[in-house]
Structures are given as C-alpha cells and as structure tokens.
C-alpha cells in the first residue's frame, strides 16, 4: 500500500510570497495533520482536519490555513512568508483523529523561503 | 501542559550492540500515548512503536521494545542488536487523551559504528 505522499518535495520562495502545500493520505485514512519541523527540533503541530472539519490547530499565525477535500486529501497553505517559515513540513495521516491512533507520515515538504 | 524531554543530544554505539533511548514525560491526563520515530536524514518521519498509558505490558515491535515506568513517567526506547541503518535522529513523542496533536521531544542523534 502506498504511504502518505507530499508535493512537492522542495521549494525556494521569496518573503511575502504565497506557498500551497499538498498532502494524499494512506488510503482508507480520513484525519490528515500538519507539522513545521525546523532544523534541530521536533516536529511543532499547526493543524488538524478529520472528516473535512478542522480538528485542531497549533500555536501558529492566521498566515497559516488548511482545507481537507472530499477524498481526505489536504493543502497547507501559507501568507506572506517570512524567513522563519522556513522548515520541513510534514504531513501525517491516520485512520481517525483518536489519540491512540498512529500518525504515520509522508516525506515532507522542505521550504526555503529566502 | 504536555512535554516530552530527550536530554541525550547523541549517542554512538557499536553495531550488534544493544542501545536504549531515553525520554521522559510530563502529563496530568491519566489517558495518552506515548509513540517513537525515526527520521533519517532524508526526513520522513518512520514510525517504530507505540505504548498506551493503561497498557499493562511494555510494547515491543520487532528489535524494538520500549521500557514504560509510569511511576517515574519513563519511556525508553530500547534497540537490540544495532544496525548500521539504525543511524538516524530519534523522537519521543506523546498524545493526550482528546487531543489532537502530537507532542515531540527534540531528538537525539543516534550514530552506529560498524
């Protein structure tokens, strides 16, 4: 079966610019979330979606949204970035939101924003 | 408020040798998870294995087991048998019942010599 996937794999934008994020989920999974790794920490949560409907959301700014589409795909999309945004962005799935279901994740999207 | 504490920045270890990980937690729920990953330097986070706060026995998974003490809030991970591709950044993470993100430590380097 194929894992969690993530597009793209790298990406350069300048401050100010707009990012879209893209993220599949393993198939028969329905909650997608976001995290922001940057370099020499773990991973910070920024969203939760769960049937279409946003589970939750991290300590993170309104330049931050996220949607989930009917076949649990999501986007993670950010504004007006900054030099800080740069980081992994990792994508997890699991088959429900409980928080004894495993996350597994996909291979991240790495950003540079410079 | 959740925290995961890895305190050990890295670690060596010769190949073949057993290794433990350290992590310790800080939570007031009586219900949560307690999952470890691993991300090579590719990025993607691997899952390794999961421990349920009302499990009565310690997880294991293959060569890995993961040494629960609730009392000290205490969750090892133990690797057996170390393989060179055991070289990776490895994180402690936890889940709160009800909640929906998970909570990370910040890694530690593990580095196996052949």
Known sequence: DAGVTQSPTHLI?????????????????????WYQQVLGQGPQF?????EKEERGRGNFPDRFSARQFPNYSSELNVNALLLGDSAL?????????????????????????L | AQ??????????VQEK?????????DTSDPSYGLFWYKQPSSGEM???IYQGSYDQQNATEGRYSLNFQKARKSANLVISASQLGDSAMYFCAMR??????LVF???MKLTVNP
């Open chain 1, 13 to 33: 934008k300048t401050r100010g610019q707009h990012v879209t994020l893209r993220c599949s989920p393993i198939s028969g999974h329905k909650s997608v979330s």
């Open chain 1, 46 to 50: 920024i969203f939760q979606y769960y």
């Open chain 1, 89 to 113: 962005y990792l994508c997890a799935s699991s088959r429900t939101g409980f928080s004894t279901d495993t996350q597994y994740f996909g291979p991240g999207t790495r950003l540079t924003v």
């Open chain 2, 3 to 12: 925290k995961i504490t890895q305190t050990q920045p890295g670690m060596f």
């Open chain 2, 17 to 25: 040798e057993a290794v433990t990980l350290d992590c310790t937690y």
């Open chain 2, 46 to 48: 691997i899952f390794l």
């Open chain 2, 96 to 101: 709160e019942g009800g909640s929906e993100k």
């Open chain 2, 105 to 107: 430590g910040k890694g």
